[in-house]
């Protein structure tokens, strides 16, 4: 994007403002000399601009615009604020001018305003993230990595300043952290605590710290929790009171205790056909969740039924009688592919994807995954966002985790494809998908079966290939060890997991591998030694990641901040404050180049950092900056 002059406002003066800083993204004092643009405009194609032009994007669209600045802060994300915007006066490099722009957006790292001269790709585009509502995914902390779950995407942590973390996370330990960026992230295989549980589970849970265990039953377990913004568990205890729990996951665990026999028995099951009345009169639909909560509930309230009308909506049935819910003898929607109406037990009618609209999306799982077979018999390397095992053809958005669709789809998928030649792509996303079928249904037998068995067939094809392919299954090794580790660690079988972890370290240490999963590898170790209470250990671990990508030209620089940040906290524990000091002067210079002075936790960290050196702190309060603070677990 070029660099504009700040506009004039209502009666103003036009304010002129100087170059802006390479350390720092552009300010809203806005003028004609920016950085290089990546634009050369004569004066008739700026003349030719024209507001009756469709543009397109929209007021409040997310874009990633062309800054010119290379590096990370070449593209930098940001809000459409306003659609032909007339109110500067905007002079190219080749002195054309205008006081007509397509756009004017507002940058997220800091809330200022710059102009888009032109509607094309080379200028701005559509901004796109690597996770979504839901997904589990590991943070990157000071002393490690920490899990949770995507709750909201672009979200505003200054409100009215502009300012917009492109994620905000519930870690498993209940505390709130905004992630600037995918880099300080990575996708995490390690199931939410709630996953664990199903409904019908006894178990325990302390309500506060300083509670007693209480015992009751988890009678919902809310799938896709995060998109619908309902709590992960809803539980109802002996003594009668029900509410949501969140976590953190240190106050629930499983109970022996019996349970009273006062549970009210319901009239209908997941998968009945029922009528429900409704405003409009009766209508049918189909059960597809018991004793279902909802935020707008109050904290001890359940009610019998959630159904999903034919007509697409879902609604909820506040009381188990036939003044609200009776039974239906009404046919279900068609299945899109083959039109037909009748299904099994085992062969039902669902929805599982993004689809809406009256019939739309409803589907045979027996005709989806016929679909997805024959839609892929000659792609040898389809791309995620199109391969039918993963995603829905119509609305090309991924099947809800633990669904019937997802499941019936990864069993195939591995059938099929599960003995291709080991290392293809389908090979590997066969066994990714199986394996987490498994750990999912926490089937941890079975998936560590299956990563064994798959790794023990890639050391034996290793043995008989060329180098070059011999590289490729290397990698897809350490995958497969990786996932395994995974599979340990769930079952608190932390010994394993080292054993696991220290072949994919052996391995990247005798073959030439990408380094970004060598330093996956050894920070995966250094998070084993944390686990474990050796603080040394996970420091050593870390330092040896900082030499990787320290001697790497191309690795990005977030991830050495985050590793430094992760030396820091240790050696600030450790009373090593002289070089944890040092550690955190590196991280805020690199994150001022990154983020800017001006951003929020940039801000917090060097002032936390004056008060470490002046004695009124022994360590930095991290969670200031929405980030928290990784306590060691000693197992």
């Known amino acids: 994007l070029k660099m504009g002059k700040r506009g004039r406002g209502k009666g103003g003066k036009k304010k002129r403002g100087g170059k802006p800083s390479s350390n720092s993204p552009a300010t809203n004092a806005n003028v004609s000399q920016g950085p290089p643009s990546p634009l050369d405009l004569d004066a008739a194609q700026v003349e030719c601009l024209d507001q009756n032009d469709e543009l397109r994007f929209k007021v409040g669209d997310v874009v990633e615009c062309k800054m010119g600045f290379g590096g990370d802060l070449d593209w930098m994300p940001g809000t459409i604020s306003d659609v032909w915007y007339d109110n ?4 190219y490099e080749n002195g054309a001018s205008t006081g007509l722009v397509p756009y004017r957006i507002r940058l997220h790292n800091n809330g200022s ?40 995407l672009w979200y505003d942590i200054g409100p009215g300043q502009g300012v917009i973390c492109p994620y905000r996370i519930m870690l498993d330990n209940c505390r709130e952290v905004f ?57 109802r205890f002996d003594d009668g009171k029900k509410r949501e729990f969140y976590g953190p996951q240190d106050c629930i665990r499983t109970s022996k205790a019996v349970a009273p026999s ?51 909506q879902r609604i909820y049935a506040p009381s188990d009688t036939d003044e609200y819910i009776r039974h239906s003898t009404t046919v279900p929607p068609s299945c899109w592919i083959c039109f037909d109406s009748e299904f099994t037990e085992t062969n039902l009618i669902v929805r599982d994807c993004a689809c809406r609209g009256q019939g739309n999306g ?24 199109t391969n039918p095992f993963l995603y829905c053809i119509t609305c090309q958005q991924g099947y809800r985790d633990g669904s019937l669709s997802a499941s019936a789809l990864a069993k195939t998928c591995y059938n099929i494809h599960g003995n291709d030649p080991i290392g293809s792509y389908w090979n590997m996303a066969a066994t990714r998908a199986m394996n987490q ?20 067939l890639v050391r034996s094809k290793i043995e008989i290939v060329d180098m070059y392919a011999k590289y490729s299954l290397i990698d897809g090794l350490c995958e497969f ?70 001697a790497d030209d191309f690795y990005e620089c977030i991830q050495l901040s985050s590793l430094l940040c992760n030396c820091a906290a240790i050696n600030l524990d450790l009373d090593n404050n002289e070089q944890g000091i040092e550690q955190l002067e590196e991280v805020i210079e690199i994150d001022s180049t990154v983020y800017g002075r001006e951003n929020h936790m940039t801000v917090v960290l060097a002032e936390s ?26 197992r």
């Not at 500067?88 to 002079?91: L, N, P, R, S, W």
């Not at 790709?121 to 589990?136: E, H, I, M, P, S």
């Not at 892929?376 to 791309?383: G, L």
């Not at 079928?437 to 998936?447: E, F, G, H, P, Q």
């Open 88 to 91: 500067i006066d905007f002079v």
């Open 362 to 385: 409803f589907v045979h799982i027996d005709c989806l995954v016929k679909l997805a077979i024959t839609k892929t018999e000659d792609q040898d390397r389809p791309a995620d966002s």
């Open 437 to 456: 079928l498994y750990v999912n249904k926490k089937n941890y037998d079975s998936a560590a079966t299956l990563m064994k068995q798959q790794i023990s």
């Open 179 to 235: 992630a600037p960026s995918h880099r300080c992230l990575r996708r995490s295989k390690i199931l939410h605590f709630a996953d664990k549980f199903n409904p019908g589970s006894r178990i325990e849970c302390r309500l506060g710290e300083e509670d007693d265990w209480l015992p009751g039953t988890v009678i919902n377990c809310n799938e896709n929790w995060a998109k619908r913004g309902v709590s992960p568990l809803f539980i």
């Open 113 to 152: 305003y710059i102009y888009a001269p032109v509607d094309e790709d080379r200028c701005l585009k559509k901004a796109t993230l690597r996770f979504q509502v839901g997904d589990r995914v590991e943070c990157s902390f000071e002393s490690g990595w920490i899990p949770g779950t995507v709750m909201n």
């Open 481 to 550: 060890l990786g996932q395994l580790a995974n599979v340990h660690e769930e079952t608190d079988s932390l010994e394993e997991m080292k054993v696991a972890l220290d072949e994919a370290f052996s391995l990247s240490e005798k073959n030439v591998i990408a380094v970004s999963t060598r330093v996956l590898i050894m920070t995966s170790l250094g998070r084993h030694a944390h686990l474990t209470g050796d603080k040394s250990g996970a420091l050593g671990y870390f330092e040896e990641c900082i030499k990787i990508v320290r």
């Open 262 to 312: 006062t549970k009210q028995e319901l009239r209908f099951q997941v998968g009945n056909r029922v009528e429900c009345n409704v405003e409009e009169g009766w209508m049918s639909g189909t059960i597809i969740r018991t004793w279902y909560t909802d935020l707008s509930f109050d904290i001890s309230h359940a009610v019998p039924y959630q159904i999903q009308l034919d007509l697409g």
């Open 609 to 634: 950092l004056e008060k470490l050196r002046e004695g009124s702190i022994e360590k930095i309060p991290l969670s200031e900056m929405g980030l928290g603070r990784l306590e060691s677990k000693i």
